[in-house]
């Protein structure tokens, strides 16, 4: 039963399928005093938004978020924080011929065996669509964070089988890749329009960075710092791998190589991302996160019906080809939510040793 | 503070450090009536106790669990399950030389940050002696899932630059690798002797799987089954990745390679990992996790001393030169211990869909 | 931080201030497969609706509730239930003269030394109009209990000085004040009448019972059945007071007359109401709780202003004199939510002993 | 399932039945840097102890507690304290003759129920033998709170029929009972003497107070103080009631004698117990509790057997005739657990406003 909250002192809950009346979350534990208004959150739900180019899924989503309650005069009262999205581009008919069938690749066969029934209108609840609220929760803990001098961004790091470098942030907000280098994009658009036309979708992978994390975050054994963002991350639908620093890459080096030595000006490196001990050291955080190819896709695949006969399925409706795109501003959000957790959790401090434990900003 | 608990229903809660007098766990909410003695948790600890091959530390530690509570009469009543392994073996003055000073890649210096003080006897808290008693707990929950036929095993699939490939589940117990190959033991076994001889250590891969889980297990949105392993197995000491199905293979994948498409006889592969949109579909469960070398290697490296002046730095005291190799039985217990509290949280049974959801054992 | 969630696996989160835009909630793990409609909730909410007498606050919310999600073709699906009732009747002006002066037993006091900021408008989010979407949650509960053969009902067992004897079920509904003795209510209108002649207010006694509930509910040590209870129904606004069963009488009966015997044919008293070491024994639970006076009342008090200064203060506004006359449905609710949430955590049973431990029902 | 853990951050972890090897507890989150040894957490125990006077149970246990982690030179680490209490003086044949037999209002019959299989023993897990652990973990606490100026003490408020009037902290130490009167002593002597005459048991009464505890702790909504402090109360054994401040007294109160009226010195009263809103006011808190006489006594009993059969029951073993005498230390500990981890969650500071909200102390 009840999976649906996210965090222990600054918790995050999410309802809403993706062809009901409306999303909606409850963001509890935000510190009193921070300034709020919808348009905080509206930005990165922009950013998130579908239809924004021919590279995404068709289907119009103002997603204009209304702020219910814990906001008094224009800032935070400490009190929950109520968001509602209402759908407004629902068009439950595509869905029809899929209500009796398993999508390949699809959440369609585990709903219906965990629960019996299933809103099969758009993967209900399965859909990305709920992502939305995570994106609207994520950007209070991002304003509350860059108080601190905390900021959280991410791009996207490969699309299929096309690397991209990190050149630098300018770039990353000016495509719809989210690429951090801007001569690949014509690359990127290119191998979109194909994928398009072979009626298929791919891959990608994400990265994102926390930068300005003070040392001492994370509550060791199982509530490590790593150990949440890998439940966050991995949370995302579609996400299939979740790395910490160099992950999968360290198997093959040895201890000389992946040890970020330290000198009295700093780390010499961060093959670590940021955490030793499932504590944040104060270097960055870095996590990069796989994603799949979406599943619904127009070319015929395999599937069975509920009663367990063969059957070809053909997802029609409107759908990303490539769900990494618009997922950077998801993984931000999710990254944001366990740091500001985190920082709410972290009482360490003890005085006799002059530590740089954070402290809670003046707002 | 407090993050020393994992689990929702099926819980495990540990303390000790490496150099103090115990370990100690309790595990709550096993159901009642399963036959259960020390020797059952003795199996999982001697496979990974250290010191039974050269490759491993050669601290010596019998590693003997004692049963405090929660058993009558050679079966579980349901109460609380007290666990404790006396420490016998700590040479603690081994450590006072790296007392001021942090060791490279090690928690040294983020635990010194978060809490002011630390236990810097063989890592204190931070050490994988901890481990022990994730197993402990594991084996209990590995019987439990045994009698529901869902088996859970683990193998090293890459050491340092050597690949491993599953060649069956005979000699995995064979060999101190946990190596699904035969062939490659003498491999391995050259690498590691050269890797102590260059004073160095190396990374590794573990790939853990679970069979014969129903489909239904897994709470959307935030309590997804492959949030909850990835969180769980990030959260062992020098994971810096988690896989789920063919993981970051997939970021290159089409969709219409990805699918696991369905017939009649069942699906037709598993590049899923036997889970979709958060929930088991009844394959089995497929993880891989990355292991970073070990930080504790005699070679000197530069680092700092508390009061911020350089240093250099060898770690004495015995060490893993891989601490891959005794993570196998380590995977398997943190999975097993997911699946068990997935399996008392799943009620989501609706008895007008005949559906294959689990049903608890008749002991 | 965080402290809006209420419950395990059937789990209560709510949000919303008394003049903010909205009340909202997220009901997250109830099964799969039940009937509902916003009519089931609205049955409830009803009951607590202020207005419906002279004896309660002349605010008129039509509490109108809207179900946002988890329900598709009038059955529940397993995923969470977002719950929307619109603030349509605040007159926020009322509280300007309030906004710098804390009125004496409420919360403005203690909520600005919290948060240092609050929302003054009628309590904010200390106010009981919080409870409207507990009544809304707990219906949802109550229909789900019900499927099983468990009834949650209340009633009003005192007034001020007036105690009320239990005559039966039937009047309860039937008069204003939940008074289960029809011939009561006469003398409960004219204390009432004159309470307000007297600008002031009271207290109440309300006693909930759940009849039909299986043994075996509860988790000792600490999420024992009657410390939820305890903490569900102290979580209520004014509550000062919880007993189970005969509750303080108990602290002056001695062993053989407080011991519940028991015979072949069932239990012959039930001093325990219905739980025996935190376990539900299959008698009906019975609960008490004592609800203070409002402290708005229109009578001038001494109190300070935020600076500190002595302030007289008259709290104008509209406001119950008696808040237990509409508490019977919120103590319904949150007996139900606690009992929910107890049935879907029970997972004891053992199949070796034939034990009626309850079984989750074919709806 | 579980349910053998107590709090947030502050977080109590227990197992241990009455008869089996050892009591076990794990206490996570406890600031690094307090001092703590065993002789800090054995006065408590010693005044919980058996077998301190003829009034209690002849049972003799030492209560040695052995602390295993988290300690470190003599300070606390920030890593969890795990602690050992081993059983020495149990009797178990004592209890053969009601292996088959559930006692009248004893946890045998709900026990049963649940789980199918019960340690019968001295009432295994259901045994007040379990509350050492909670008065172990209670001493770390109380030290804790001490630093900050935080003392919280209980004494007997009634025993059976005699009510005892608060004279002054001094004696509560002095004598057997927790009597705040030492001129009732001598009564509450010859009563117990004739009670253990009688063959029978009675209830009791306890009060605990906090002083010192600044504004801002709790949680509202559902984490309220009061509802914490009411959660904690009842769940422990024999507890039938739990009243804050004037408690069920409230009931026939009026607004106008109830509400603590403010002035700059302070307030005038405190009917509240300490909490407004569910939020400290930074007066004492107050709370009552009613502990229901002992079930175990040795007057004969209508019961039934395991297979339904009418059957006579005495209950043998060492028992206490009134379980409130040693309740006092136990609601002591309980009522500090709750305030450490009300303290750790409180972030609400808001540095625009100059509010009282505790600090860490600098230990």
């Known amino acids: 039963m009840s999976g649906n909250t996210f965090g222990k002192l600054f918790t995050v809950t999410t309802a809403g399928e993706s062809h009901g009346p409306a999303l909606v979350a409850i963001v509890d534990g935000c ?4 300034e709020l208004s919808s348009a905080d959150l509206q930005r990165d739900l922009d950013r998130r938004k ?3 180019s021919r590279h995404t899924t068709q289907r119009q989503e103002a997603d204009e978020v209304e702020i219910l309650s814990g906001v008094f005069e224009g800032r935070t009262t400490g009190t929950p924080i109520g968001l509602l999205i209402r759908n407004t581009d629902q068009k439950s008919k ?13 959440a369609d066969y585990t709903y219906h065996h965990k629960y019996g029934v299933r809103d099969y209108r758009g993967g209900g609840r399965s859909s990305a669509r709920e992502t939305a609220m995570r994106v609207a929760a994520g950007a209070i803990a991002k304003k509350y964070l860059a108080k601190l001098g905390i900021q959280v961004r991410g791009y996207m790091s490969q699309l299929g089988p096309i690397e991209i470098a990190f050149k630098g942030w300018d770039s990353v907000e000016q495509n719809a890749f989210f690429s951090p280098d801007p001569e690949k994009v014509a690359e990127l658009e290119a191998y979109m329009d194909q994928l398009r036309r072979d009626q298929d979708s791919v891959g990608a992978k994400i990265t994102v960075i926390a930068e300005g994390v003070p040392p001492g975050l994370g509550e060791p054994i199982f509530d490590r710092l790593d150990a949440d963002l890998a439940h966050a991350l991995m949370s995302i639908n579609a996400v299939k791998g979740v790395e910490i620093g160099v992950g999968f890459a360290s ?14 000006e700093g780390f010499l490196s961060n093959n670590a991302g940021g955490i030793l001990g499932g504590i944040s050291s104060g270097q960055p955080i870095v996590a990069h ?19 367990g006969s063969a059957s070809d399925v053909i997802t029609k409706g409107r759908h990303d080809p490539c769900v990494g795109i618009r997922a950077t501003p998801i ?8 740091l500001l957790d985190h920082l709410l959790r972290n009482r360490g401090q003890n005085a006799d040793v002059q530590v740089d434990t954070p402290v809670l900003p003046q707002l």
């Open 31 to 34: 510190p009193p005093g921070l």
């Open 50 to 52: 579908p239809g924004t």
């Open 94 to 106: 595509d869905y029809s011929a899929i209500k009796h069938v398993f999508r390949p690749a699809h």
């Open 251 to 264: 198997v093959a080096q040895r201890g000389t190589e992946h040890r970020d030595e330290l000198t009295p």
């Open 289 to 307: 996160l796989a994603l799949k190819p979406t599943s619904s896709i127009t070319t015929p695949g395999r599937s069975i019906s509920i009663d």
């Open 331 to 338: 993984a931000e959000a999710m990254m944001a939510i366990v």
